[in-house]
């Protein structure tokens, strides 16, 4: 059952975020866009489905599970690249972080926020989280 919840939610989710960056907005607003997608779908399931979902993935070592969250990582991480390369050309990202760094940050920030009790507080920042990420990727205006 977790596999058919998780495989649908990962599927929806995933050609959402398609449709947000084929509509070409402006750097701040796709990624901002992207964070309340997934806030959105977040909403749409039970709060204690989803932690006892993380609490699984998280514990158990399945491998089709595993195959299902490699391929969403690696379809998100190719839509990161698409967002960073477009937020580098509007000047709204510092060249001074490499693609590799900037996928470690989301990857980092992802995983963190999947831990049930960071998930269960963050939820109600997510504007203020993506407001935040945006100005650190930023260019130092000063130098």
Do not use: C
Not at 7 to 32: C, V
Not at 61 to 74: C, H, P, R, T
Request: hydrophobic fraction near 40%.
């Amino acid at each position: 059952m977790f596999h058919e919840v998780y495989k649908d939610f990962i599927e929806t989710l995933s050609i959402t975020a398609k449709q947000i960056m084929d509509k070409d907005l402006p750097f701040e607003e796709t990624l901002l866009a992207m964070s309340q997608n997934k806030i959105h779908f977040l909403h749409q399931i039970n709060n204690q489905f989803y932690l006892d979902i993380m609490e699984h993935l998280t514990k158990k070592d399945d491998d089709g599970l595993s195959l299902m969250i490699n391929k969403f990582a690696e379809n998100s991480y190719g839509m990161l690249l698409d967002l960073f390369h477009r937020g580098r050309k509007e000047g709204k990202v510092d060249l001074k972080y490499s693609d590799e760094f900037l996928l470690l940050y989301f990857q980092a920030i992802v995983e963190g926020i999947s831990n049930p009790k960071i998930y269960e507080r963050i939820v109600p920042y997510t504007e203020e989280w993506t407001e935040l990420l945006i100005k650190g990727l930023a260019p130092n205006k000063s130098e």
